[in-house]
């Protein structure tokens, strides 16, 4: 399969079955107890984000690309502490919802914009780059050109997160209890972390700093990287 048509999938899905399940699971309505903890296991991956943006202390003004922003839960809090925020996501549904969510958040928020976009046809530059549990749906031979084109439009900093390869393939069955029906084609892509590490290093960046969060259901590492 080509990335073609694995990105086609990808955004058909988000734009069908996937949309109605993860924008309840980036939610805060009823779920069932699988979803509820890949809920709380995602929120801990965007708390994590937000302390170190605002560990560094210039998160207001800061212009960061939120890359495969999904339902906004990312770009939102970043916009609320003023951040100048560049949301975009391959689903048109997707970033609906998110501009949905910006739009009845407390306060009115002029410095997020959300736009539908392939993040490999992104331009511009942004102080920092974020792509938050999207190579998951990225196979590893597409991995490193995905990541040398968001590096290509990182000034200073790229974080990344991604399901870590070293932990058991059961993983990946139970993901992909989440694929139902047609969208089972929809696969679930682990990766190695010393090969993205390897890839972040090609494109001149170095790790700064790290996090995993592992719940039952969800497990994510996250990268910052920092340019050499
Ligand atoms: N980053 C968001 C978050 O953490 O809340 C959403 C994560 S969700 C698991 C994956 C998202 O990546 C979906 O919204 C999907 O549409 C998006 N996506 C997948 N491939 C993409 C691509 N090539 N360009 C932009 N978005 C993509």
Redesign the pocket.
């Known amino acids: 399969m080509n990335l073609a048509n694995d ?1 086609d999938i ?2 058909q ?2 734009n069908s079955t ?1 949309f109605d399940r ?1 924008q309840r699971i ?1 939610g805060d309505g009823k779920v069932n107890k699988v979803q509820l903890d890949i809920r709380t296991g ?1 929120q801990q ?2 708390d994590t984000v937000i302390q170190w943006l605002q560990a560094d202390g210039n998160l207001r003004g800061l212009s960061v690309c ?9 770009s939102i809090p970043l916009a609320e502490a003023g951040a100048i925020v560049c949301a ?4 048109e549904k ?1 970033v609906a919802e998110a501009y949905d969510r910006a739009t009845v958040a407390p306060g009115k928020l002029y410095n997020v914009s959300f736009t539908a ?4 046809a992104l331009s511009g530059k942004f102080h920092t780059v974020i ?4 190579l ?3 196979p590893q031979d597409k991995a490193a050109s ?1 990541i040398a084109h968001l590096s290509s439009i990182a000034q200073s900093r790229l974080i990344l ?1 991604f399901a870590p390869k070293t932990l058991a393939l059961t993983l990946l069955k139970k993901i992909g209890e989440f694929f139902p029906g047609p969208s089972k084609t929809t696969r679930a892509y682990q990766h190695r972390e010393a090969d993205i590490i390897k890839i972040l290093e090609n494109n001149g960046f170095v790790v700064n700093r790290t996090a995993m969060t592992s719940t039952s259901f969800y497990y994510s590492r996250l990268l910052e990287a920092v340019r050499k």
């Open positions: 990105k990808v955004k899905y988000f996937g993860w980036y995602h991956t965007v939120d890359a495969g922003c999904g339902v906004g839960s990312l975009s996501d391959i689903s997707m976009q392939d993040l490999e792509c938050l549990d999207v998951i749906h990225y995905m997160s």
